[in-house]
């Protein structure tokens, strides 16, 4: 199974601030077709997992365009260019290159 | 615009059977592979299994936790997929959410909660 490694696990930032998550998958999320099935999900509290980025830098409808994705291989980044209280959650990246699909332990996202 | 909805969920024994609906609308439900995410009280997103669309015959994948006695089915003149949970075991409680792949599971219903307690 391809474990995947998020840190950190928990990121106190301040309103306004930038924030980053790192993914590291255990092997290469590159499928044979060509495309890297890497995602990132933000959860927040008491609300069902919402898509966020797909395919590593591809943002889902709607999502602010503070949010961006980028990686490559098995190294993947998420990063909030200023963060808002709404972004106040667990994120999570998740790989569907390979069966069984797996997703990262979450980061908290909090405010200082 | 598309609509996921869990249902079944509930209190059940240890060793006993649940079966979970997900009632879709908005698409053409068909065409689409959908896929079964848990989530235990406090715990992170656990991937639980997927079944494919019409076009490939509806073949399944699932976890290994669940292998064997999880079955992901669907009724497409319905729009419904279906997760039948059977020989449910303590650790098999977690909200359960249906969501809709396109190449990723952009579409996510509310979830219902599997509670496996005695």
């Known amino acids: 199974d391809i474990v995947m490694t998020q840190t950190p696990l928990s990121s106190p930032v301040t309103l306004g601030q930038p924030a980053s998550i790192s993914c590291r998958s255990s092997q290469s999320l590159v499928h044979s077709d060509g495309d890297t099935y890497l995602s990132w999900l933000q959860q927040r509290p008491g609300q069902p997992p919402r898509l966020l980025i797909y395919k590593i830098s591809n943002r889902f409808s709607g999502v602010p365009d503070r949010f961006s994705g980028s990686g490559a291989g098995t190294d993947f980044t998420l990063k909030i260019t200023r963060v808002e209280a709404e972004d106040v959650g667990v994120y999570y990246c998740m790989q569907a290159t390979q069966f069984p699909w797996t997703f990262g332990q979450g980061t908290k996202v909090e405010i200082k | 615009e598309v609509q996921l909805v869990e249902s079944g969920g509930g209190l059940v024994q240890p060793g006993r059977s649940l079966r979970l609906s997900c009632t879709a609308s908005?698409?053409?439900?068909?065409?689409?592979?959908m896929s079964w995410v848990r989530q235990a009280p406090g715990k992170g997103l656990e991937w639980v299994g997927f079944i494919r669309g019409k076009a490939y015959d509806g073949t399944t994948e699932y976890a290994a936790s669940v292998k064997g006695r999880f079955t992901i089915s669907r009724d497409d003149s319905k729009s419904i997929a279906y997760l039948q949970m059977n020989s449910l075991r303590t650790e098999d409680t977690a909200v359960y959410y249906c969501s809709r792949y396109v190449g990723y599971l952009g579409d996510w219903g509310q979830g219902t909660l599997v509670t496996v307690s005695s």
């Open positions: 908005g698409f053409t439900f068909g065409v689409y592979a």
